[in-house]
């Protein structure tokens, strides 16, 4: 019997990008199903109980939560195509530890970056300029941050990229200026279909952004 996978998932959601590029660098066909975030879905809330967020990837009827976890199970699983993580465990732990990075760094950054004003907006920029110049030096003169093949770490943090306009709009700064070997670096991941495909519009992102800064009484 052929497999059942659905992803429960939010288009904005750089989380949910990363599900979507995993599963479409394996050619896994999928149902993919867009939550309504302020209203869940039974399905959702039966399928991740207890952190009741997106994205959720349901195969054949188990879920398995939480973005870093799907990617790596959707390596696990569908093994013959296009590798993600390394084989060798010292290069798998160096991508795990990166991916994490974003996590903690480029996420909460890029987050209060559009989400906050003043001081604590201002602190946020930097965080996160920072942060990619981190990573900048960790990809050097590399094609992607693996090496030379799309991998774990180019899943993570690519999604960031479809918001890098509505950041720059909110923060009034230019990654390109600060980090030109990151967006190099994105626009290669970009020429794939699975990243093309699995990304939402910039300007789409943007007002997305500018809604919910209204919604938040910060415009
Ligand atoms: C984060 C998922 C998350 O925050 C992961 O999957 O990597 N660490 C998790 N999902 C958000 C939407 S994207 O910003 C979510 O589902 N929020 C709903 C809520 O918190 O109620």
């Given at each position: 019997m052929a497999d059942e996978v659905v992803l429960l998932d939010f288009w904005p959601s750089f989380f949910g990008m990363r599900a979507r590029i995993a599963l479409a660098e394996k050619g896994i066909d999928y149902q993919y199903r867009d939550e309504d975030l302020q209203d869940k879905s039974p399905l959702l809330l039966q399928m991740n109980?207890?952190?009741?967020?997106?994205p959720v990837l349901v195969h054949n009827g188990k879920p398995i939560c939480e973005s870093l976890i799907i990617v790596q199970y959707i390596d696990e699983t569908w093994?013959?195509?296009?590798?993600?993580?390394?084989?060798?465990p010292l290069q798998q732990a160096q991508a795990r530890f990166w991916a994490d990075y974003v996590d903690k760094k480029i996420f909460p950054s890029l987050r209060d970056t559009w989400s906050t004003t003043g001081e604590q907006q201002e602190a946020a920029r930097k965080e996160f300029i920072e942060a990619l110049k981190v990573l900048e030096g960790e990809l050097g003169?590399?094609?992607?941050f693996g090496g030379d093949s799309f991998g774990f770490l180019d899943v993570s943090l690519v999604p960031f990229y479809s918001w890098f306009y509505a950041v720059e709009k909110c923060g009034n700064f230019s990654t390109e200026a600060e980090s030109p070997k990151i967006i190099a670096w994105a626009k290669r991941c970009m020429e794939r279909e699975s990243v093309a495909k699995s990304l939402p519009d910039s300007e789409k992102v943007y007002s997305y952004v500018l809604e919910n800064k209204k919604k938040m009484g910060l415009e």
């Open positions: 109980p207890v952190n009741k967020t997106i093994k013959g195509k296009s590798p993600l993580l390394p084989s060798n003169e590399k094609p992607y």
